[in-house]
């Protein structure tokens, strides 16, 4: 573009090629913003596989035993990560829990205190055989770390298989079906 003084000046007009030049630029620094967004969603989408995964773990297989005691249940969450609370527990003695729950708010962070949750309430079930005063202490751990204006629902309940009975806790949960017999 600038030849100095050692040739003739140039009689082209200069101005398409530098437009040309910097059109180059601009599609090359886009390119790499491309590759660079791609391999940021690329690693979201892992790691958002990964929490999916966890969480799969953390839910009971969709049917089995536990303790003598068939169950069944399905779950399909709204997103690929979600606040969905699930869980069998024995808890020895012929007494197993069966839980459901629903954390307010979508997404990994609803499903990280659903997580948080569902730890607390299998310590507390464990160590406290009352099932009001466990689900109390549950609330109690948990509440000190939600948002503003969020919440857990939670349904708890606990079969004595020797007893005969059946106790629960509905913590603003309500959708729940008891059924008599076989």
């Known amino acids: 573009i600038d030849n100095g003084e050692r040739e003739a000046p140039s009689r082209t007009d200069p101005a398409p090629f530098v437009a040309a030049v910097a059109h180059l630029a601009g599609m090359a620094m886009a390119e790499l913003s491309r590759r660079r967004l791609g391999d940021r969603t690329k690693k979201l ?26 169950y069944a249940f399905r779950n399909i969450p709204g997103r690929l990560v979600a606040g969905d609370l699930a869980d069998i527990i024995d808890l020895g003695d012929g007494r197993v829990a069966a839980c459901l729950g629903d954390v307010s708010g979508k997404g990994v962070g609803a499903a990280m205190l659903m997580a948080a949750a569902q730890t607390h309430l299998r310590a507390a079930l464990r160590g406290e055989p009352n099932l009001a005063k466990a689900v109390a202490s549950v609330n109690q751990e948990v509440v000190s770390r939600l948002a503003s204006g969020a919440f857990i629902s939670l349904w708890v309940g606990v079969l004595d298989t020797r007893a005969g009975t059946l106790t629960y806790v ?4 309500g959708y729940w079906v008891r059924r008599s017999g076989g």
């Open 45 to 70: 989408e892992d790691d958002l596989a990964a929490a999916r995964e966890a969480q799969e773990r953390l839910m009971p297989s969709p049917n089995g035993a536990v303790a003598g005691v068939r």
């Open 170 to 173: 509905d913590a603003g949960h």
